[in-house]
């Protein structure tokens, strides 16, 4: 695997991809980035710049074996076509019996009536830090962002949950340099859009009002979409803004899911800019 080493924290980040800008750890930009390299290199390859640049750390751990090479492979052909055919009905009966709704309703079940009574965590994250109580931990999961967004940022850092059983909980947050606009009507129209854009996601539906606070600037919007033409989704999308600096937390649930609304609105609640 290929690492680059961040010059602030020493974290080593798994170079991935070429979008790999900043820290996984301290969230700063890192010094050699594939963008920067390219412009001094236009002919210049990305397994180029992981040979050039990066840091390579060969891995002692193999890999688990696919359910294919455990049971399929030691059957042989007869095993191989078995599996195959299996695997066709499968999608036979799905497609005919249960159809589109159910299978993508399976994908998406109702969140664990468990979250209600669990022992929530209340957290402070990321460098322009925000507080928030959630029945799950969140963790670092940073987006990969447009070219002409990063172009925009100091500092970009993005959380969500990943035991997503039925909601969906994700925080981001940006610093934008003093030369960028960063209001609050950018901010919201941005982040509709940005719901809107989605694969999979139709027929938006929501309303804004703003939020009851003075020390900073918030809209809060509510509603529902349509998931892959069969699951109805509400959220809550909370958007804040304060001089250069921008928070998005966003959490889904299935609409039918009264629990998922209850969790929801607590959480809401307990979101606090530092």
């Not at 999979?200 to 804004?208: C, H």
């Amino acid at each position: 695997m290929n690492y680059l080493s961040c010059q602030h924290c020493g974290h080593y980040n798994a170079l991935r991809s070429e979008f790999l800008t900043f820290c996984e750890s301290c969230g700063k930009k890192l010094p050699n980035t594939f963008a920067e390299w390219k412009q001094k290199n236009p002919e210049g390859s990305f397994e180029a710049f992981q040979r050039e640049v990066s840091i390579y750390v060969e891995e002692e751990v193999p890999s688990k074996p696919g359910w294919m090479q455990q049971y399929l492979w030691p059957a042989g052909r007869r095993g191989l076509i078995l599996g195959v055919v299996l695997v066709f009905a499968f999608v036979a009966v799905a497609g005919t019996y249960f159809g589109k709704q159910a299978m993508v309703t399976w994908a998406y079940p109702k969140m664990e009536k468990s979250w209600l009574y669990a022992s929530w965590q209340t957290v402070t994250i990321g460098r322009q830090a925000v507080e928030i109580s959630t029945p799950v931990h969140l963790s670092v999961s940073d987006k990969v962002l447009p070219q002409e967004l990063r172009n925009m940022l100091d500092y970009a850092k993005n959380y969500r949950n990943r035991e997503d059983k039925g909601m969906q909980i994700t925080v981001d947050m940006y610093s934008y340099r003093e030369s960028v606009s960063n209001n609050l009507e950018e901010a919201t129209t941005g982040a509709a859009k940005e719901i809107q854009a989605e694969e999979g996601i139709s027929d938006l539906q929501y309303t804004s009002n703003p939020l009851p606070q003075t020390n900073i600037q918030g809209v809060l919007q509510e509603g529902s979409m349509l998931y892959k033409g069969a699951v109805k989704l509400s959220f809550y999308n909370l958007v804040m803004v304060r001089g250069q600096h921008r928070w998005l937390v966003n959490i889904r649930y299935r609409s039918d899911d009264p629990n998922g609304q209850e969790v929801a609105k607590r959480i809401f609640n307990s979101v606090k800019v530092k």
